[in-house]
């Protein structure tokens, strides 16, 4: 005789929600499990009937990390011009490294960098994700060069990767505890570079 399985007693996202603040506090390795189900509020079985292994509630943790906080960085490459774009999307940065309402810095910095052997395919999946936010800041530079916005010699690789190491840069000192106008004040300077490399 066949039952009805049990509704899930509780709210999937927020439980992972809950899961990424541990990751971005305490890194994968550092994240313990018990860490992990106290603040999802779940026990262990529910922990690996729900999400599997704890590479798994991860990678789930990231993807939905990524969605939500590196979105408003990515939507600055709308912006109609190279300057106008860079400057979304550094300040967008600096700004969500610094909300009050998560932890500070940036999961895809924190979540990973030191891992272990065993675990390299963790810093495999962050740095796939920050490759991917390059290569699509690339993408969008080489369009500005095509259209006479940046100057015809104008290095997109190491623009774009300027860029990132900047904003990835910003994560650590917002971790340590830099403010949002500290962070700001960075761009500030940054942009200065950016705005000699526009057509005149």
């Not at 509780?10 to 603040?21: C, G, K, N, P, S």
Request: glycine letters at 8%; one cysteine or more; charged letters at 20%.
């Amino acid at each position: 005789m066949s039952t009805i399985g049990r509704p899930r007693a509780f709210d999937e996202e927020a439980v992972l929600d809950r899961a990424t603040e541990v990751f971005w506090q305490h890194g994968y390795e550092g994240a313990s499990l018990s860490a992990l189900t106290s603040a999802m509020g779940i026990n262990r079985p529910s922990l690996y009937a729900t999400f599997g292994s704890k590479e798994q509630l991860f990678q789930r943790a990231f993807a939905r990390y990524h969605e939500t906080q590196v979105t408003a960085a990515r939507a600055a490459l709308d912006k109609p011009s190279a300057y106008a774009a860079i400057e979304a999307f550094l300040r967008a940065s600096a700004d969500g490294l610094t909300a009050a309402d998560h932890p500070a810095g940036c999961l895809s910095i924190q979540g990973g960098l030191a891992c272990s052997p065993e675990n390299a395919g963790i810093s495999e999946i962050l740095a796939a994700g920050r490759a991917a936010t390059e290569a699509a800041l690339a993408e969008r530079l080489t369009r500005a060069v095509d259209e006479g916005d940046l100057s015809d010699d104008t290095d997109v690789p190491a623009l774009a990767r300027f860029v990132m190491a900047l904003s990835e840069g910003h994560a650590v000192h917002a971790a340590a505890g830099a403010s949002r106008e500290e962070l700001q004040a960075s761009v500030d300077i940054a942009l200065r570079a950016v705005g000699a490399l526009q057509q005149r």
